[in-house]
């Protein structure tokens, strides 16, 4: 079983309720158990929202309000769902506060990024489950070697 941020197969739970469909991780998904998530919206946040980066370790929206319990909470319900079901990988979507996997945006708004990884993300990774971007699999020649099946 796989978890895969939900926007990444073409669920409108982007900010803008647009999403950030992937077709590279749909094909390498086509043949393998999976289960989406959107850990903003199972923060509590709706569709759409005000959109937020991670400032000084909070996540605080362009209007000034810290999220930061929204995007933990989702982080934790994304971390119950994978130790339930054993899941070992997931395919987050790059550069988000919740799902960046190696870079997020700077927090300045500007579409600027930086190193770093999103809440969801970075607990993942900590609790042991290997967290690759879409660009991962789109990088990858050969996607089925990614998590070491067939
Ligand atoms: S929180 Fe993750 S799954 Fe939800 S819209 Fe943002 S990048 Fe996609």
Redesign the pocket.
């Known amino acids: 079983m796989i978890l895969v ?4 197969i073409g ?1 409108n ?3 803008n309720g647009g ?2 469909y992937c077709a590279a991780v749909v094909d390498y998904l086509s043949d393998k158990p999976y289960i ?6 199972c923060g509590g946040l709706t ?1 759409p929202r005000t959109p937020a980066e991670i400032i000084n370790g909070a996540v605080i929206d362009k209007h000034g309000s810290d999220r930061s319990a929204a995007f933990a909470s ?1 982080a934790e319900e994304a971390a119950l769902i994978c130790n339930s079901l054993n899941i070992k990988l997931a395919i ?2 790059e ?6 996997v190696n870079y997020i945006y700077d927090g300045s708004f500007s579409g600027q990024n930086i190193s770093g990884s ?1 809440i ?1 993300a970075s607990l993942l990774r900590k609790n042991g489950v290997a967290v690759w971007s879409e660009n991962d699999v789109v990088r990858n020649s050969s996607p089925r070697s990614l998590d070491g099946s067939r």
């Open positions: 941020s939900a926007c990444l669920e739970c982007k900010y999403n950030n989406s998530i959107c850990p903003e919206v569709t989702g987050l979507k550069y988000s506060p919740s799902c960046g999103g969801t």
